[in-house]
């Protein structure tokens, strides 16, 4: 059974600060790992996907990091905006079936103030 | 169309009674899922459909929970005789069958639902 779990569960940083959100996953065997943002009120916002062959993703000010053998995850955002508020999760695929079916993390729920 | 639509965007209902989710997918996509975002919970995986394959149903929680997709597009979520513990957000994704975006889900603004 795959078992995600993230840290910190909240976060509040002035605007323009780098931060970290942190991830882990227990199933070394993960074969893609996604991060997902939601807004209130919202789905979820698919922000990047590393597969296992790749160590990291970029997209603007984010970058995803992908460790397989130590069963971690980080997502950099780089000079936060009040924008960027929201829940991160991370999500990666059930041992058992395929597509995508995934085991998300309960979030990190992040407060970028002005 | 343009995302994934989930009807309707909220539901009350009183526990015991009967309730239908709906999902449409983007256009094209041939594979659909669902999830339940309970608070304290997260996310959990429901029920999965690809293309004319029989559903892969192992996350339903119990047997109140059925779920179909017909012709392949739009797909209903039932839940029979309604249980407070029901209450949660029901999200809705699709994603296409291969290709760069297979592995990429797209997901509805959810269906809320309140079981008093």
């Known amino acids: 059974k795959q078992e995600v779990t993230q840290i910190p569960a909240a976060l509040s940083v002035p605007e323009g600060e780098n931060l970290v959100l942190n991830c882990s996953f227990t199933d070394s065997a993960i074969y893609n790992l996604q991060w997902f943002r939601q807004d209130p009120g919202k789905g979820l916002t698919s922000l990047l996907l590393?597969?296992?062959?790749?160590r990291e993703q970029t997209s603007g000010r984010l970058n995803a990091s992908l460790d397989k053998s130590s069963g971690r995850s980080t997502l950099y955002i780089a000079a936060s905006q009040p924008g960027d508020s929201a829940t991160y999760l991370c999500?990666?695929?059930?041992?058992?079936?395929?597509?995508?079916?995934?085991?998300f993390g309960t979030g990190t729920q992040l407060k970028v103030e002005l | 169309g343009a995302g994934v639509s989930q009807s309707p965007s909220n539901k009350v209902t009183e526990k015991g009674k009967d309730v239908e989710l709906r999902c449409d997918p983007i256009s094209g996509h041939t594979a659909l899922y669902w999830y339940r975002q309970s608070l304290g919970q997260g996310l959990e995986f429901l029920i999965y459909?690809?293309?004319?394959?029989?559903?892969?149903k192992s996350g339903l929680p119990s047997d109140r929970f059925s779920a179909e997709r017909t012709g392949g597009s739009v797909s209903t979520l039932t839940i029979q005789r309604t249980q407070q513990e029901d209450s949660a957000v029901y999200l809705c994704a699709s994603s296409p069958r291969q290709g760069a975006g297979a592995n990429v889900l797209t997901f509805g603004a959810g269906s809320r639902l309140t079981v008093l």
């Open positions: 999500a990666g695929p059930m041992p058992t079936g395929g597509g995508n079916k995934l085991t």
């Open positions: 459909f690809q293309g004319n394959s029989a559903p892969d």
């Open positions: 590393i597969q296992s062959s790749q």
